[in-house]
Structures are given as structure tokens and as C-alpha cells.
């Protein structure tokens, strides 16, 4: 008795085409053609033998479902599977709607080539099929049987399309085509939570590349109002009114943050509006990537509500850089009276002698081996093959503040990730102390990234202008960035970072540290 991994395997030969074209043809997934293929599956279920006989009805139906008989049907001819044809009874023609526009709607048409099939299967009987004979010259059906179960057809379309909403809109012919398909079919609209799955995609990235994708999604909450989206909602009208929310809400940051009873002013800029929008658009296409498989027809998420957006390019990021001077000043410092602001004083300080070095590292950063400290940069180690590896050597004059400051477990460099539990809480009490020192030098508005941006700045400032003059590529090296074009001469160089420590230490003789023990 033949099996079924017997049977399909026949019948592939027979129509001479490959399984998952035979599966898309025939209206199931390809896994389940797969499972019959292996012998996973000993038997054709009903429902796939009737799909089988749909598509190829040259196959006897209870050869299909016992094995018994003859597998074709008697006075069918066979003729090998390269696609569909029309007028066969198995298709339908769909046309360019600019084509057909030119041409009178009488048996013209006839003569326009189509530009695509929209396969029928069991959507029609056989004896359902209305060939060219069948119609009148203003192509009505001449059999009313067979008019009203085409009217029924293609009212069935027109609803599914208007379930899909204005997604239509953004959808090429042949996506419009498929999910129409699908649903004609009886299949199941695929259904995604965009707000779960965001969600799932930053709880794989590191905490700080997660934060920023955690805030658009905030803001994506705030506008639907709700902590649930199916992703078939994300059309481009959503997408349009999404833009205007954020352009529209308030901004919640510094000194415009709102207090109880009073109502923020200023409204959020182009840089959050291009941040929250291009996070969620990576995200939905990253969605695609994973549900979408082109190659077997199965395509769950249709259109892109992006296309036609244009957004106002940010403006640049204001520089954040202070002066020499004011370096020198905040170095001068007598002690100050509040704890927080003198912790923040010695932080920023750190930072700009261990050229640039960010909170989230402060806080982690292990144990110095003698004077040289190596550490992997946290914002962008998991994107960088070397994992961002840096090395820092402990300039003399900053040795005061390292020691103020020893984690004396000898976990790490230092102690502060025994009083803060995360670099956000970390952070933020440094820039709250920072406004005390700001306000003690004379600058507005200082924050703790100034000491990384300051640092490149007095670096590549020439000598002859106070600074140390510094070659660019040795700051980018010494910053820890990547060059992209230099990525490929990168590969032939190992990293000199003695380079690196001259340029620190070039940098720290432009100031006076004597005070640095206050």
C-alpha cells in the first residue's frame, strides 16, 4: 500500500515542479507538504487531498486518500506544471488598471495582456468556469447561476479589503493579491502584538540601546492610549497621526519639566520626532523579516506604512564642549559643601583625565593593572567585533581622585556601584551635582558628557591656540570611535595604544592639577 511520503513524491514528479512551489499552488504551508515528504505524516489528510484536487484536478481524489486506483483521472492528460495559463479555468487575470483604462470594457479587454493571475482553486467548482463563449459582448455572464456566485466573489473582496482599512493603500497588486487570497481561503489574518514584540527586541539589546527603544515605545503607548497594537494597524494614516502627537506633546525634559498643577510649554523637537519614528521603524521591519518568507508566497505583513514619510532632518546636537579655562577652574575648585556636587566635580573630572570615559563605565570599570586600566565600552560592545576594547593609562595627576574613590573589595576601579544600583541613577546624580559646579564657574547648563566632548575638543585644538593639536584619527582612536573610512586599513593595523597615552598625556599637561587633591 502506498504511503503518503509515496504519493506526493509521485505527484511532484508528475507536475515536474519543485514541493514549496507545489505547496504555494496548492494553498497550504510548506512545512505540512514537508511532513507528508519525510514520512513525518503517513497519510494526505482530507483537507489537503481536496486542496491537491482544486489545484490539480487530474489526480483521482481516492487514489490521494487510500492508495488504491489510478492516480490520474481517467481521459485527463498530463501536461507538466510551468505556471499558470489563462483560460484554462483556474485563474483568474488581473490587468494594469492604466491598460484597461484606454480600452473600452467589450471583448477589447480580451486582447490586453494581464499582468498577473490570482489562482482559484476551490473558490469555483469546475463546472463553475465561464470561458470566453460564456460572455456577452459587454462581458456579462450569460448564466445567472454562475453571475451571482461571481457577485458573491467579489463582494467577499471588496469586504476583505475594507477590513484591511487604509493598509490597502500602501500595498503593491500582487500583496493586495495574496492577502485577498488567503482570505478567500479561509486562512486565519495573521495577527502580531507590536507593542509585546518591541518589547521582546529591546530585552535583547544592551540597557542603553534599550532605553531609547523603550522611550518610542512609551511615546507609541501614550498616543493609542493602550498597551496593546496589532501590527495590521500600522498603516501610514496611523504613522501620519503618530507625528503629529509627537510634534504636538509637550516635552517633559529639564527645566520644562512640568510640576503638579502646571502645564509644560515647550513642545518636543525634530530629534525626538526621528528618534521614535525611525526605532519603531526598525522594529516593524524587522517584523517582516521574521514572518514574511517571499519564497513560499506566505506573506503575513503587508505594505509599509513608512514609504512616503519625510521628515524634517535634526538639527545638529548643540556642543556640549566647555573651555579650557573653565576645565582649569572646575580643577581649582575649593571643596565643596555639598557632598553630591563635590562627588560630581571629582566624576567629571575622571572622565576627561581617562579621555572621555561615560558614567556606565565609571561604574563598572575593573581593577587597574599598575597604571593602565582596560575596559570594553558599553555602549557599543555588542556592536563591534572587538567587543570596543579600551585602554586607558592613569595619568599621575589624576591618581588623587582614583584613590579617593577605590573600591576596596578590589572588584573594581572604583566604588560607586556600592551606592547606585544602575548607570541611570548613577548618572543623574552627577548631573544634579554638575549644576552646582556649573554654577560656581560661571556655565550654564553644564552636564557630565561635556567632560568627554571637552577632552576631543582641547585635544584637536591647536597648540598655538592653547590646545594640544592633535591629530584627528589619533582622538577618533583615543575616543574609541570607529573611522568607517578607515574601516578597511583597520584591518591591517594592531592598534598602537601607546599612541593613545601620549595623546592623554599630552592633553593633561595643558592643565594645572595641583588643586586636584582639595
Not at 585644538?461 to 568607517?484: Q, W
Request: glycine fraction near 8%; charged fraction near 25%; proline fraction near 3%.
Amino acid at each position: 500500500m502506498l504511503t503518503g511520503q509515496n504519493k506526493i513524491n509521485l505527484i511532484l514528479d508528475h507536475v515536474g515542479i519543485k514541493a514549496p512551489t507545489f505547496a504555494k499552488h496548492v494553498g497550504v504551508k510548506y512545512q505540512r507538504i514537508l511532513d507528508i515528504q519525510n514520512g513525518k505524516v503517513k497519510n494526505i489528510s482530507a483537507e489537503v487531498a481536496s486542496r491537491i484536487i482544486d489545484a490539480y484536478p487530474q489526480f483521482n481524489i481516492e487514489w490521494l486518500l487510500t492508495g488504491e486506483g489510478e492516480m490520474l483521472k481517467n481521459g485527463i492528460a498530463h501536461e507538466p506544471d510551468n505556471g499558470t495559463t489563462i483560460g484554462s479555468g483556474r485563474v483568474i487575470p488581473y490587468y494594469d488598471a492604466e491598460v484597461a483604462a484606454g480600452t473600452e470594457y467589450g471583448m477589447e479587454m480580451m486582447q490586453t495582456a494581464p499582468v498577473g493571475v490570482i489562482e482559484i482553486g476551490g473558490l469555483l467548482k469546475d463546472s463553475e468556469f465561464a470561458m470566453p463563449d460564456d460572455l456577452t459582448r459587454g462581458l456579462k455572464i450569460k448564466d445567472e447561476k454562475l453571475s451571482r456566485k461571481c457577485r458573491e466573489l467579489v463582494e467577499d473582496c471588496i469586504d476583505l479589503c475594507n477590513d484591511m482599512g487604509y493598509a490597502v493603500e500602501e500595498m503593491e497588486i500582487d500583496e493586495l493579491v495574496a492577502r485577498i487570497k488567503s482570505g478567500l481561503k479561509g486562512g486565519e489574518r495573521f495577527r502580531l502584538d507590536f507593542i509585546a514584540y518591541m518589547r521582546q527586541e529591546a530585552a535583547r539589546m544592551n540597557s542603553g540601546t534599550a532605553s531609547i527603544y523603550m522611550t518610542a515605545l512609551n511615546a507609541l503607548r501614550r498616543y493609542i492610549g493602550r498597551d496593546t497594537l496589532d501590527i495590521g494597524e500600522i498603516t501610514a494614516p496611523f504613522i501620519k497621526g503618530f507625528v503629529q502627537f509627537i510634534e504636538s506633546e509637550p516635552s517633559q525634559r529639564g527645566a520644562n519639566r512640568k510640576q503638579k498643577g502646571e502645564t509644560a510649554t515647550k513642545n518636543k523637537g525634530n530629534r525626538a520626532l526621528s528618534l521614535y519614528i525611525s526605532r519603531i521603524k526598525t522594529i516593524y521591519n524587522r517584523a517582516k523579516e521574521e514572518f514574511n518568507d517571499e519564497e513560499l508566497g506566505q506573506m503575513n505583513i503587508l505594505g509599509n506604512p513608512f514609504r512616503n514619510l519625510r521628515l524634517e532632518t535634526p538639527a545638529p546636537t548643540a556642543k556640549r564642549a566647555i573651555s579650557a579655562e573653565s576645565i582649569q577652574q572646575i580643577i581649582d575648585l575649593p571643596p565643596l559643601a555639598n557632598e553630591r556636587a563635590r562627588m560630581a566635580r571629582d566624576c567629571f573630572l575622571l572622565s576627561f583625565a581617562l579621555m572621555g570615559m561615560n558614567s556606565a563605565d565609571l561604574l563598572t570599570c575593573p581593577p587597574a593593572r599598575k597604571d593602565e586600566i582596560v575596559y570594553f565600552r558599553q555602549k557599543t560592545a555588542s556592536r563591534r567585533t572587538d567587543r570596543a576594547e579600551m585602554h586607558v593609562r592613569i595619568e599621575p595627576c589624576v591618581s588623587p581622585l582614583i584613590a579617593r574613590y577605590s573600591d576596596k573589595t578590589g572588584k573594581r576601579l572604583l566604588h560607586f556601584y556600592l551606592r547606585y544600583k544602575d548607570r541611570v541613577s548613577f548618572n543623574k546624580a552627577i548631573n544634579k551635582g554638575l549644576k552646582d559646579v556649573g554654577e560656581a564657574i560661571g556655565v550654564d547648563g553644564l552636564t557630565f558628557y561635556a567632560a568627554r566632548h571637552s577632552w576631543a575638543t582641547i585635544a584637536r585644538t591647536p597648540r598655538e591656540e592653547g590646545g594640544a593639536g592633535l591629530d584627528k584619527y589619533v582622538i577618533h582612536e583615543a575616543l574609541n570611535h570607529v573611522d568607517t573610512s578607515m574601516k578597511v586599513t583597520d584591518i591591517y593595523l594592531v592598534k598602537n595604544w601607546r599612541v593613545i597615552f601620549d595623546a592623554n598625556k599630552a592633553v593633561m599637561n595643558l592643565f594645572d592639577w595641583s588643586g586636584i587633591g582639595k
